[in-house]
């Protein structure tokens, strides 16, 4: 039986991250300060990603990609170009972005591609799908499995495909209930919210 050890890279003196052997690096990439870079995943060129980043196994960051600080990306994710996302964003296990309406391989649509942002402290559930030109809001929470079809507005709750809003979250990843004066408490942090025409603000 034949076993294939991969030893993590070890700090090189001219980069402030970390990339496992394994991973490739694009040349014109931007990879901020205590960023990790884990097994078999790819930088794609003049990608930019920001301090703190975790980027685990088997990730694709295509090129012009933008991550900000603090982003958490897990395995298999794909993350094609035209994608910006905000500091502090939670990408879960292969979940998906799309950058092109109408894909067809015999059709070069590189001029095409559709911008997709997703906001501050955004999660985005396992195995969701998110069709590009859609904007997700910040603090979003994005359902495992869901398929992003519309705009998401700032820290609604969307599950199912096509996704539906099925409430709202709070910073902190809680349900939120509104009382009747449309004000409702986070029961981890305490902080409290207000919901005002059918959009949530943090009060």
């Not at 395995?75 to 799309?98: K, M, Q």
């Amino acid at each position: 039986m034949n076993y294939f050890i991969f030893e993590e890279l070890k700090p090189d003196m001219d980069k402030n991250y970390f990339a496992h052997t394994t991973a490739v690096i694009d040349n014109g990439c931007e990879i901020g300060d205590a960023t990790k870079i884990w097994h078999f995943s790819h930088i794609m060129p003049n990608a930019v990603i920001g301090k703190h980043c975790n980027i685990g196994q088997n990730v694709v960051i295509s090129p012009e990609v933008i991550i900000g600080n603090n982003v958490k990306i897990q395995n298999n994710v794909s993350v094609y170009t035209g994608v910006i996302c905000d500091d502090d964003v939670f990408l879960g296990p292969s979940c998906v972005f799309t950058n092109v309406i109408n894909p067809r391989s015999a059709v070069v649509r590189r001029g095409e591609y559709a911008k997709t942002h997703v906001g501050k402290g955004a999660t985005i559930g396992a195995n969701a799908t998110v069709v590009c030109g859609n904007d997700i809001g910040a603090y979003a929470f994005i359902g495992a499995g869901a398929v992003i079809t519309k705009e998401v507005k700032p820290y609604a709750l969307m599950v199912g495909n096509p996704a539906r809003q099925m409430g709202w979250m709070s910073e902190y990843g809680h349900r939120l209930d509104f009382e009747t004066n449309q004000i409702a408490v986070c029961p981890e942090s305490n902080d409290k919210y207000e919901l005002v025409n059918e959009n949530v603000f943090k009060i």
